[in-house]
């Protein structure tokens, strides 16, 4: 009879799945990688929300004071002022409507040029997709959104001028700004890596695009032959769009407007995409 403790134990090994990084990807997984990765999605969510507000003696009203504040300087300056038209709209709510948008652009699309150098050690350290860093920025700077969002909606019924039946049309804009400002970091993040004066160069850019923007007019006061130049910035249609859903019929809604804002938006994403994929396999040699 054998004796058992003679015997060699029998080791299981567990199957793992390997990735392997090649110089050219093929993609064909790649997308399933990052439904895969949702959960580290999730965390760097989380992490950049607690880093934001962390130590910070308003905490989340930081989300409200920007836009509040910015709303008071506009209604002045182009309100009262420049005496602007507003359709018909209270000047004030026309104006939180414009920066809405511009304000989740500007921030969101800051933060996410800068994401895949700002976690230089992630992504020299570990493999994910690394389209996973610009979509956090993107979430995160949504959740400020719908902050200063709720300000909005109870400002709308202190100056009698509630949401319309117009506002079940602001998911789809909302939806549109989200993929142009994931088209237009996705670009400037992998750019960043080689070339860090995009770091000093964006904050100017978007401070001359409040300006090419009509967050503090509306886009009714600008020239007629200058309407289609002016609609090749996304953002005018996008714009025009919130205000559209959340004033109503005050602010008009030009179709070719929107459908121009739409096909830049997507060409953007495309180019975007294809570029940062293109890119992402040489980031942590150059990073």
């Known amino acids: ?29 790649y997308w399933s990688e990052v439904w895969n990765c949702r959960e580290l999605l999730g965390m760097m969510v989380w992490r950049d929300l607690v880093v934001r507000y962390k130590q910070t003696a308003m905490g989340l009203s930081w989300a409200l004071v920007r836009p509040l504040a910015t709303m008071l300087v506009f209604s002045l300056v182009f ?9 018909g709209a209270p000047y004030a709510l026309m104006v939180f409507a414009g920066l809405l948008p ?21 992504v020299s350290k570990v493999y994910f997709p690394r389209v996973i860093i610009p979509l956090t920025s993107v979430i995160v700077g949504l959740v400020d959104f719908l902050i200063a969002m709720l300000v909005y909606v109870m400002m709308s019924f202190i100056y009698g001028h509630p949401p319309s039946v117009h506002v079940l049309a602001l998911p789809l804009f909302l939806l549109q700004l989200c993929l142009l400002i994931l088209g237009c970091s996705l670009s400037v993040a992998a750019l960043s890596v080689w070339y860090r004066d995009f770091r000093h160069l964006l904050p100017v850019v978007l ?44 602010q008009p809604l030009r179709l070719y407007e929107t459908g121009l804002s ?8 495309w180019s975007g995409l294809r570029f940062f994929r293109r890119s992402e396999h040489h980031f942590s040699d150059a990073i």
């Open 1 to 29: 009879m054998n004796d058992v403790s003679d015997q060699a134990p029998v080791i299981k090994a567990a199957s793992q799945q390997l990735t392997i990084i090649t110089s050219k990807p093929d993609g064909k997984n």
């Open 79 to 87: 309100g009262k002022l420049a005496n602007l038209p507003s359709n």
């Open 102 to 122: 511009w304000l989740f652009f500007s921030a969101a699309f800051s933060d996410a040029s800068n994401s895949v150098v700002g976690n230089a050690s992630l």
């Open 207 to 250: 401070q001359l695009g409040v300006y090419l923007s009509p967050v503090g007019f509306a886009s009714t006061v600008v020239p007629e032959k200058w309407q289609t130049l002016y609609a090749l910035n996304p953002m005018v249609g996008i714009i025009d769009g919130f205000r559209w859903s959340l004033l109503g019929d005050t």
């Open 262 to 269: 739409l096909l830049i938006t997507l060409l953007l994403l």
